[in-house]
């Protein structure tokens, strides 16, 4: 039986008892590479991308965000959060106002087309979240957001 401290360093790099498939960020990058795959292939199928599927998604679960907190839960900088936003407008799925307690502050929400395309990627994609979640509890679930959660918030922020 390997040691407590053997058994930890089995998950750094630098530890001569690494290995890969014990190392978490392995499987995270695994599985963030096939998840962007699956979803760029279902959402190229309705004229949408994951940066604007995102944007999307994240003011549907906020309601009206400013580009910066979007640009916080897209993991994304702000120059180019502001130009897909601004193309999102172009194109009608988003409409932008100034912040009435900040006028240097731009406020999105959705429009009824960006609520329509939003169902629209919820029909192409629901076969995907489906599929990844399969044979997992809600407790599993939960437990594994709470742990990467966790991972994330050790994480220096920049």
């Known amino acids: 039986m390997p040691t407590p401290k053997k058994r930890q360093h089995r998950y750094n790099p630098t530890s001569e008892h690494f290995k ?3 190392y978490p960020f392995y499987w995270l990058a695994r599985l963030n590479g096939r998840y962007t795959m ?3 292939k ?3 199928k309705i004229d949408m991308d994951i940066p604007r599927y995102r944007i999307l998604f994240i003011l549907l679960d906020n309601g009206e965000s400013s580009i910066s907190e979007i640009s916080t839960h897209a993991i994304a900088k702000l120059s180019t959060i502001t130009k897909i936003v601004y193309r999102m407008k ?3 799925l988003v409409d932008t106002r100034a912040s009435e307690i900040d006028g240097r502050v ?3 929400s959705l429009t009824e087309p960006g609520r329509r395309m939003i169902e629209k990627v919820q029909a192409a994609t629901s076969g995907i979240i489906r599929e990844s979640f399969n044979g997992l509890t809600d407790a599993q679930l ?3 957001n709470s742990t990467l959660e ?3 918030n050790n994480l220096p922020e920049d």
């Open 20 to 22: 890969k498939e014990d």
């Open 38 to 40: 699956a979803m760029e």
């Open 42 to 44: 279902a959402l190229k």
């Open 90 to 92: 172009a194109d009608d």
């Open 106 to 108: 731009t406020q999105v």
């Open 142 to 144: 939960s437990k594994l």
């Open 150 to 152: 966790r991972i994330f």
